[in-house]
């Protein structure tokens, strides 16, 4: 076990190096071809600039996710109310692009739902699957966000569903490896940095989909003592 963590920290620092040593020419490469942008370009040109553009910013975005991936997950820990946590977030995820035209229905638990937990990393897990949610569905559908006890388990299960296409079954096992994914434009590394840190909380991902009930993604948390 022990030297299993000793090779994924040393994976981790590897990773951490390559993406440094690629940044920094990156940076130089956009800040290159943004210049260019001021130049009065025939339009063949311009249109070839825009797209290598677009594609250095996507690798730039891979490297980021590469780094978040590879990091050890060290916690900074506080109680937090669930609730009160999600609504606080709904309102920064209400303005994103994907979100605007969907409907985001929060079903919060009857009572106080209290968990320990790392605010920034727990915000970035539900932000990254109601964005994945908004995407699977058409502009005014609902996407659904539920927090419910379960007592006998000592666990909360929250939960995000909507009513998109179905995810093929033989798919469903694959969407939490790293750098599969089913996006055109996609990294591959959005659900494994989320099951990283459900992970890292003691907690479980769970992925069900189906045509009668569409897809539901559920992270379950230990419930503070």
Same mark, same amino acid.
């Given at each position: 076990m022990l030297k299993a963590i000793s090779a994924l920290a040393e994976v981790g620092e590897l990773a951490a190096m390559i993406v440094h040593e690629v940044r920094n020419p990156l940076t130089t490469v956009l800040m290159g071809l943004n210049a260019f942008k001021r130049l009065d370009l025939p339009a063949l040109v311009r249109e070839r600039l825009s797209l290598a553009l677009e594609e250095a910013?996507?690798?730039?975005n891979l490297l980021q996710e590469i780094l978040l991936y590879a990091k050890p997950h060290a916690l900074q820990c506080s109680e937090l109310e669930l609730n009160c =946590?999600?609504?606080e977030i709904l309102t920064t995820i209400r303005t994103m692009p994907t979100v605007l035209s969907r409907q985001i /229905? =929060? /079903?919060p638990a009857a009572t106080p739902v209290m968990i320990v937990g790392d605010r920034d990393k727990l915000k970035q897990v539900f932000i990254n699957l109601v964005d994945n949610a908004c995407e699977a569905v058409a502009e005014g559908e609902i996407v659904t966000w539920t927090v419910e006890p379960v007592t006998p388990s000592n666990v909360v299960a929250i939960q995000v569903h909507n009513g998109g296409e179905p995810i093929p079954l033989e798919v469903l096992p694959k969407? #939490?490896?790293p750098f599969f994914t089913t996006k055109s434009s996609g990294t591959g590394l959005g659900l494994a940095i989320v099951k990283r840190i459900v992970d890292a909380h003691g907690g479980a991902l769970m992925i069900t989909s189906s045509a009668a009930a569409g #897809? #539901? /993604?559920s992270v379950t948390l230990p419930l503070a003592n």
């Amino acid at each position: 076990m022990l030297k299993a963590i000793s090779a994924l920290a040393e994976v981790g620092e590897l990773a951490a190096m390559i993406v440094h040593e690629v940044r920094n020419p990156l940076t130089t490469v956009l800040m290159g071809l943004n210049a260019f942008k001021r130049l009065d370009l025939p339009a063949l040109v311009r249109e070839r600039l825009s797209l290598a553009l677009e594609e250095a910013e996507r690798i730039r975005n891979l490297l980021q996710e590469i780094l978040l991936y590879a990091k050890p997950h060290a916690l900074q820990c506080s109680e937090l109310e669930l609730n009160c =946590f999600i609504a606080e977030i709904l309102t920064t995820i209400r303005t994103m692009p994907t979100v605007l035209s969907r409907q985001i /229905v =929060f /079903v919060p638990a009857a009572t106080p739902v209290m968990i320990v937990g790392d605010r920034d990393k727990l915000k970035q897990v539900f932000i990254n699957l109601v964005d994945n949610a908004c995407e699977a569905v058409a502009e005014g559908e609902i996407v659904t966000w539920t927090v419910e006890p379960v007592t006998p388990s000592n666990v909360v299960a929250i939960q995000v569903h909507n009513g998109g296409e179905p995810i093929p079954l033989e798919v469903l096992p694959k969407l #939490t490896k790293p750098f599969f994914t089913t996006k055109s434009s996609g990294t591959g590394l959005g659900l494994a940095i989320v099951k990283r840190i459900v992970d890292a909380h003691g907690g479980a991902l769970m992925i069900t989909s189906s045509a009668a009930a569409g #897809t #539901t /993604v559920s992270v379950t948390l230990p419930l503070a003592n």
